[in-house]
Nanobody, 117 residues
Framework: QVQLVESGGGLVQAGGSLRLSCAAS????????MGWYRQAPGKQRELVAT???????DYADSVKGRFTISRDNAKNTVYLQMNSLKPEDTAVYYC???????????WGQGTQVTVSS
């Protein structure tokens, strides 16, 4: 079955960097778009970044210029490089697979990112 496993979260000071990874199994990874979402306490889940099967990317305005999404199809892995982190980036980050109908239908378990001021 489809599995998405995130890693790389942690505690970092404001201005620091983290790189999240999401390893996929059970799918033909290269044909699916992937995305990173986040959810902070008391807030709705927010789409942070997406990457299409062909490699085109899109970002939420709040992270443009600071975050970079990428994928390595040989490793079935999608990454989120997060630079210049701010306390408001604190959240649980989830990777998700976009199915061929355009919906994010498979989710990882999430990884906590905490940015201290």
């Amino acid at each position: 079955q489809v599995q998405l496993v995130e890693s790389g979260g942690g505690l970092v000071q404001a201005g620091g960097s983290l790189r999240l990874s999401c390893a996929a199994s059970g799918i033909m990874f290269n044909i699916y778009g992937m995305g990173w979402y986040r959810q902070a306490p008391g807030k709705q889940r927010e789409l942070v970044a997406t990457i299409a099967s062909g490699g085109s990317t899109d970002y939420a305005d709040s992270v443009k210029g600071r975050f970079t999404i990428s994928r390595d199809n040989a490793k079935n892995t999608v990454y989120l490089q997060m630079n210049s982190l701010k306390p408001e980036d604190t959240a649980v980050y989830y990777c998700a697979m976009r199915n061929l109908g355009g919906e994010y239908s498979r989710w990882g378990q999430g990884t906590q990112v905490t940015v201290s001021s």
